[in-house]
C-alpha cells in the first residue's frame, strides 16, 4: 500500500504497537504513531485510536490493508461520521457480506447458486447438531462473521459435533468477538476458487478473474496461482458473471473477492464474499498487469474504474507461495523468532517478494506468523511453476523453522504439476509430501565439514592480520608440519535424524564411517553473500554456507541441510530439565482456557488447556495418565515456549 502511494505521490501515516516499533512498515511510511501495547485488541483492533492518529496527521482516508479492521462495519461507519474516507465498500456491503447467514440469503435472491446449511438465529447446541444431522455429515462449522480460515471447523460425525463447535465458538469469539455459528454441508475434495471483483462510485462493477486457492492446511491457503488450472473460458465466464451479480447485488465499491466452492465436474457454489483486498490479490495483478491497490485509491477519490470489463485482458500464469515460521512437520506448529539470516531471489518484472521483515527482525508472537509472499509470473503454468521452484530454492532463511522445503515439496508433487488440486490435497498426498526422514548423505556432511574448516582458517587469518599491539605468536603458525600428516576428527549432528556422524580429516581426505572422499574447496563472497565452493571425488557443488550458534546450514541449487556441533551433555542435561515433569507450551503464547486442577486424574490424551498464540488456538493435551499436581498458568496468563503449564505424577507412583 505504502509503495503504491509513494509512486502516486501521496504521503502514508503508519500506525504501529509496541511490538512493532521497528518494522519496516514504520520506516517506509511518511509519519508513525505508536497506538498501544502488542495485544491487538489494545492496539490495532482500538478503533478510537487509529480515528485519533487520522485526526492528529490530518489524514484524509484510512486504508485497513487485509486484516484486523479490514471487514469491520462498525469502523467503517465510524471513518464516515469523522469524515474520513474508508478505502473499501461502504459499511452496508461489509455487513451484508460479513454475515454469512445474510450474504447466502441475498446471493440466492440474486441468482448466484449456494451451498445447502442452516444459517438461522436459533444456535443453540441442539439447534445446531439437529440441522447438522439433517444435513448429513461430514458438515462445515463456521464463524458467522469468520474469515481466515478462523472459527472453521469440520465434523464428520455426530460424535464429534459438540467438541468442534465449542472450539469453533472460542476462536471466533476471539478473532471476532462474536460466537455466532453456521452449519454448511461439507463438499468432499472441493477446490476453492474465488473471483477478484471491483466497483466503483457509478454503479459500474467488473471480475479481473479467478483464482485458484485450493491447497490450504488449518483451512488457510498455502499456495495460490492465477488462473485456476483446467478451468476452460466458459466456466471462467460463468465463474465472472456470478461474481460480478454479487457485487452488484450489494452496491459494492472497491477491491472484493467472491469465493466458490467446486466440485470435481466444475460446479460451483457461493461460499461468502472478503470484503477487502485479498492478502493473494499480487497473483491477480500479474496475470492482468494491474496494481489494484492504485485502483483502490482512485476508487475511493471517486473516479471511475480504470478499466472497463473487455479492457481487462488474462495473460500468462502466476503462483503466489505464502511463506511462514511454521514447522510443517509438526503439524505445521506457527513458531516465532529472529531471521538471523535472511536471503531472497533477486526481485523482477516477473518476481514479486512481498514482505514486512528483513535480516535482523524478529517474527512476534502477538501476530500472524506470515514471513512474505514469493510471486512468479510466467507466459504458462509450467513455466511458471519451473520459476516458483527455482525461486523457493533460493529463498533461505535461518533462525527459526520455515514452510520453504514443504512449499518446495508440494510444487513438486506429480497431482500439483498436473494441476489435480483440491482442499484434502495435503492430507491426501501426506505420505508423498512428508517422506520418512533419510540420514544426509555423507558427502553433504563432508561439505559442511569442510565449510566450518575453512570458516575457521578466515577468522585466523583474519585475526593474524591485525595490528602489532593485538597480534599473538600463537596465531602467527601457518599449520605447516615436518613428517607429521595433519589429522582432526569432527564430531557433527545430523540435522535429519539427529544422530552423531564422525568425520575423521586426514589432509584432503575426509573418512565417514569406512567411506573415504576426496574434497577440496574455497569459500568465495559474492553479492554479500557467503558461498562455498567444493569438489567430493570429483563431483563440483557451489552451496550457500551460513554458520550460526553451532549450527553449518547448507543451500543448494535441490535443497538444503542443516548440520549441527554436537552441544556437551553437561549443557542438554541443564536444559532438558522438566522437559518431561509434565506438559509444556508448545510455544509462547496466552492461556485461554483451563480443563483441570490439582488433583484431577487424566489420560493420555484428554485435554488440560487451551493456548492462543500466533493467532491460532492450541490444544494441550496430558502426555501421559496421572494424577495432576500442580497447575502453573491460570486463564488469561501468558507462557514462554517450553515452560511447563502442568505438572502431575505418575498413576503408578500416585498409588503407592
Not at 511462514?324 to 516477473?350: K, V, W
Amino acid at each position: 500500500v505504502m509503495r503504491t502511494a509513494k509512486k502516486m505521490g501521496v504521503k502514508s501515516v503508519a500506525v504501529y504497537s509496541e511490538a512493532d516499533r521497528n518494522s519496516m512498515h514504520v520506516a517506509m511510511a511518511d509519519e508513525a504513531f505508536c497506538i498501544g501495547p502488542a495485544p491487538s485488541q489494545q492496539s490495532y483492533l482500538a478503533m478510537e485510536k487509529i480515528i485519533q492518529v487520522a485526526r492528529v496527521s490530518a489524514a484524509q482516508a484510512v486504508h485497513p490493508g487485509y486484516g484486523f479492521l479490514s471487514e469491520n462495519t462498525e469502523f467503517a461507519e465510524l471513518c464516515k461520521q469523522e469524515g474520513i474516507i474508508f478505502i473499501g465498500p461502504p459499511s452496508s456491503a461489509i455487513r451484508d457480506m460479513g454475515i454469512k447467514s445474510t450474504s447466502k440469503a441475498i446471493m440466492s435472491a440474486a441468482g448466484v447458486p449456494v451451498v445447502e446449511g442452516y444459517h438461522g438465529e436459533d444456535q443453540s447446541d441442539e439447534c445446531l447438531k439437529d440441522h447438522a444431522k439433517r444435513i448429513g455429515y461430514p458438515v462445515m462449522i463456521k464463524a458467522v462473521r469468520g474469515g481466515g480460515g478462523k472459527g472453521m471447523r469440520i465434523a464428520h460425525s455426530e460424535k464429534e459435533f459438540l467438541d468442534q463447535l465449542e472450539s469453533a465458538r472460542r476462536e471466533a469469539k476471539k478473532s471476532f468477538n462474536d460466537d455466532a455459528m453456521l452449519i454448511e454441508k461439507f463438499v468432499d475434495n472441493p477446490r476453492h476458487v474465488e473471483v477478484q471483483v471491483f466497483g466503483d462510485q457509478h454503479g459500474n462493477a467488473v471480475h479481473l478473474f479467478e483464482r485458484d486457492c485450493s491447497v490450504q492446511r488449518r483451512h488457510q491457503k498455502i499456495i495460490e496461482e492465477a488462473p485456476g488450472p483446467g478451468i476452460n473460458s466458459e466456466v471462467r465466464k460463468r465463474l465472472g458473471e456470478a461474481a460480478v451479480k454479487a457485487a452488484k447485488a450489494v452496491n459494492y465499491v472497491g477491491a472484493g473477492t467472491v469465493e466458490f466452492i467446486m466440485d470435481s465436474r466444475h460446479n460451483f457454489y457461493f461460499m461468502e464474499m472478503n470484503t477487502r483486498l485479498q492478502v493473494e490479490h499480487p497473483v491477480t495483478e500479474m496475470i492482468t498487469g494491474t496494481d489494484l491497490v492504485e485502483w483502490q485509491l482512485r476508487v475511493a477519490a471517486g473516479e471511475k474504474l480504470p478499466l472497463m470489463q473487455e479492457e481487462i485482458l488474462l495473460r500468462g500464469h502466476a503462483f503466489e507461495a505464502r511463506i511462514y515460521a511454521e514447522d510443517p512437520n509438526n503439524n505445521f506448529m506457527p513458531g516465532a523468532g529472529p531471521l538471523l539470516h535472511l536471503s531472497t531471489p533477486p526481485p523482477d518484472s516477473f518476481t514479486r517478494i512481498e514482505t514486512g521483515v528483513r535480516q535482523g527482525d524478529e517474527v512476534s508472537v502477538h501476530y500472524d506468523p506470515m514471513i512474505a509472499k514469493l510471486v512468479v509470473w510466467a507466459e504458462d503454468r509450467q513455466a511458471a511453476l519451473r520459476k516458483l521452484r527455482y525461486s523457493l530454492h533460493r529463498y533461505n532463511i535461518v533462525g527459526l523453522s520455515t514452510n520453504i522445503d514443504f512449499l518446495l515439496s508440494l510444487s513438486g508433487h506429480p497431482q500439483f504439476e498436473a494441476g489435480n488440486v483440491h482442499t484434502n490435497f495435503i492430507p491426501q498426498h501426506h505420505d508423498e509430501l512428508f517422506p520418512t526422514k533419510k540420514a544426509t548423505p555423507p558427502e553433504v556432511m563432508c561439505q559442511a565439514a569442510l565449510g566450518l574448516i575453512l570458516k575457521e582458517k578466515m577468522q585466523t587469518d583474519a585475526f593474524r592480520d591485525q595490528s602489532d599491539d593485538k597480534f599473538s605468536p600463537f596465531a602467527s603458525s601457518t599449520g605447516r608440519r615436518i613428517n607429521i600428516c595433519y589429522t582432526r576428527k569432527l564430531s557433527l549432528l545430523d540435522g535429519e535424524n539427529g544422530k552423531l556422524a564422525f568425520v575423521l580429516i586426514k589432509a584432503f581426505n575426509f573418512q565417514i564411517q569406512d567411506k573415504t572422499f576426496l574434497i577440496s574447496g574455497e569459500i568465495v563472497n559474492e553479492d554479500d553473500t557467503v558461498y562455498l565452493r567444493s569438489s567430493v571425488n570429483g563431483t563440483v557443488c557451489k552451496s550457500r554456507l551460513v554458520i550460526l550458534d553451532n549450527t553449518i546450514y547448507l543451500f543448494f541449487p535441490e535443497g538444503s541441510a542443516q548440520v549441527g556441533l554436537p552441544v556437551p551433555k553437561y549443557l542438554s542435561a541443564v536444559s532438558s530439565v522438566g522437559m518431561q515433569s509434565g506438559a509444556v507450551a508448545p510455544m509462547t503464547g496466552t492461556v485461554e482456557k483451563v480443563f483441570v486442577k490439582a488433583g484431577d486424574k487424566v489420560q493420555i490424551g484428554d485435554p488440560l488447556m487451551v493456548m492462543i498464540a500466533m493467532k491460532m488456538e492450541h490444544t494441550i493435551r496430558a502426555p501421559k495418565a496421572g494424577v495432576i499436581k500442580k497447575v502453573n498458568f491460570q486463564e488469561g496468563a501468558q507462557a514462554n515456549r517450553h515452560a511447563p503449564l502442568v505438572e502431575f505424577v505418575d498413576e503408578e507412583a500416585e498409588s503407592k
